[in-house]
């Protein structure tokens, strides 16, 4: 094991099982965002969860500006924890960018993984019209930077309640603010510039594992027309549409989640056993 990428992504390793379930957070968040749904999964599997490198309790001083200007950067992260882990048969879980950093990962170093779960997942922000409606005009996300970089406090609660956009569950959104309010607002700035830029509607069909898409109501960050856009181009892909409303249902309905989780991963035991006999 190495302890200096244990360390650097403050990675922690929980469970009863073999097989390793690995959770990749979203945008601004660090490994806690998971405390209600991966808890649900230490019976049977090995639960690994992680920060990225300038969230959480990462740490801080290995956040390079250049290495992080693309997913790139915390793809390679992803692979060195499973680098450093030695893992195999990895089940990937990642919420909204951290789906698209996830996929990115599997595409590279394919061995490492066996299936994956996007829960709110994007591949491009970016409305590109006729073609492809993400959800946002370019203005709409320059303008966001700008408002991170002149009021990075009004931004975090402006933006924490967008994402929600679930008036039932306010404390889901003070939680992300205080997240988004806890992450150096320069580290902040640049991984928004690296998630609400990033294309990769064109690594879609390339993926080769099974994949579960849970797809929210009224989810303006990944609307349901980019889920459906997404279920349509990954080759071996299943989605599920969630009574959860906004863009964060592992925090505002994890019981759902967990639900569609475990179902799926069941169909995928039960898909194995049927295929060695």
Not at 189 to 201: K, V
């Amino acid at each position: 094991m190495d302890r200096n990428i244990v360390a650097r992504n403050n990675v922690t390793i929980k469970g009863k099982g073999s097989q390793p379930i690995l959770f990749a957070p979203g945008f601004g968040c660090d490994q806690s965002v998971w405390s209600m749904v991966s808890k649900s999964f230490e019976q049977d599997y090995q639960v690994i969860l992680f920060d990225y490198v300038g969230m959480g309790k990462s740490d801080l001083g290995a956040f390079d500006y250049d290495k992080y200007s693309t997913l790139d950067g915390y793809v390679q992260d992803v692979l060195d924890i499973c680098s450093a882990l030695a893992l195999k048969d990895v089940i990937l879980v990642g919420h909204s960018v951290g789906s698209m950093i996830g996929m990115l990962a599997s595409l590279r170093q394919p061995d490492y993984f066996s299936s994956l779960i996007m829960i709110g997942p994007s591949p491009c922000y970016l409305n590109h019209p006729p073609d492809y409606f993400g959800g946002f005009e370019k203005e709409e996300l320059f303008g966001l930077i700008d408002m991170m970089d002149k009021n990075y406090i009004g931004w975090a609660n402006a933006f924490a309640s967008t994402i929600t956009n679930d008036a039932e569950h306010p404390e889901v959104a003070e939680a992300l603010e205080d997240r988004f309010c806890s992450t150096d607002p320069v580290i902040a700035r640049r991984f928004a510039e690296t998630c609400f830029f990033a294309d990769n509607r064109k690594e879609l069909p390339k993926v080769t594992l099974s994949t579960l898409i849970l797809q929210c109501a009224e989810d303006v960050i990944a609307p349901t027309v980019v889920g459906d856009y997404m279920h349509q181009q990954l080759p071996e892909s299943t989605i599920r549409y969630m009574k959860a409303r906004g863009h964060c249902p592992h925090m505002s309905h994890p019981d759902e989640t967990v639900e569609l989780m475990h179902n799926y991963l069941e169909e995928r035991k039960s898909e194995k056993i049927g295929g060695l006999t």
